[in-house]
């Protein structure tokens, strides 16, 4: 029983003080075995049955391609899913930041690459003391001076680093391809406390372009010049173990490429409405390959108008971005604005029955990653009801 039951139940204050301590009861992990629809809102759910089936689909698609799977836990910041992931059958995960890479490692999750770089001596010293710690550490470089300062702190601290070169797909990361890129893997490779462990491709741009055929033929065209450079490496006599790329829209279109060794899925776990209006190879109008299993609560707090708008608890800083609009599932005709920060504003078309204030409405996310940065914790439901908390420890973990 939480602190609100026992408010509710109309329980007097000495019983409030009679259990020990006030944050013993308010407790997530006193959800379990509650159904869902009692949580108090916004909550973060994740169905655990589709959960478990996007885990195996990805790996089902692939077997027998010979690429991998290192999928970005960016997406969920959990160790806990990341454990889950590596118990799949995943040969290792990626970070974003140097923070969510730490926090994977001190929490069981033994090889992470990070795909982020770091610039500043600092943030280099640190990543060679993760490294210290964690040998399943691997780290991105995109330029020849964070390479050098690489090297010096990985001499410093007495290691030898696994590094890997990212390569520029489009303008926001990676070291142009080409000779620059050539130059940098040789640098790394000459370094003699740095190991060369190959490469970084990721296409983001093509991730959500419709139409699996359409989407295929922009990604295969975009890693052309890396797949150039990778050869200019290979006649160069670098050794490249991995060549990792692609997303959740791409995953399926790798072995076109050679050299290719994994994919660096993050979104296929949970999906959103930005993947879902994707497409893909079998239906060009919805992605049907992984199925949404992130959702929020939202509870009803005002229906002074029920059959214009509802206006629920889950606006802007439950729901992130509002680009697409979350989806009300069984309300598809509901139209959800998640503009204003504590509100969130439907527009109801086409109700299947009347909606009261109280009542819980559940909803796809618009983009999964920045959701999740928002919570604590993430519900794990069965059914409907609580099977697990899942601590998002990496949550905040931006630097
Ligand atoms: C470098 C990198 N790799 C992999 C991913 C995972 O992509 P997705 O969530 O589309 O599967 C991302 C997402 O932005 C990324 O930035």
Known sequence: MNRRHLLRSGAAFGALFAVPTVRAVSRAEDWIGKSKWELETPALCVDLDKLERNLTAVHTRLKGTGIGVRPHVKTHKCPALARMQMKAGAVGVCAAKLSEAETMLENGVPEVLMTGVNVTRGKILRAMELRRKHPGFIQAVDNEVMAADLQDAARALGVVADVVVDMEVFKRSGVPVGMPAL????????????????????????????????????????????????????????NLEIFSGAGTGTYDMMDGVPGFTDVQVGSYLFMDCQYLEI?????????????????????????????????????????????????????PGFEYSARSDEYGMITVGGATREYRVGEVLEVIVPHCDPVVNLYDVLFGIRGDKVESVLPILGRGKSQ
């Open 183 to 238: 130059r940098l893997a040789q640098q790394v490779d000459k370094s003699p406390n740095l190991k060369f462990r190959g490469i970084l491709a990721y296409d983001g741009p093509s991730q959500h372009i419709k139409g699996h055929a359409a989407r295929k033929a922009q990604t295969l065209q975009a890693l052309a010049p890396v797949v150039e450079t990778r050869e200019q490496m290979v006649a160069a006599g670098l």
């Open 279 to 331: 497409g893909g190879a079998g239906n060009d109008l919805v992605y049907e390959d992984f199925a949404p299993s992130l959702t929020v609560l939202a509870t009803i707090i005002n229906a002074n108008h029920p059959s214009e708008t509802l206006v629920t608890d889950a606006g802007s800083k439950a729901l992130t971005l509002n680009q697409p609009p979350a989806r009300v599932i069984g309300e």
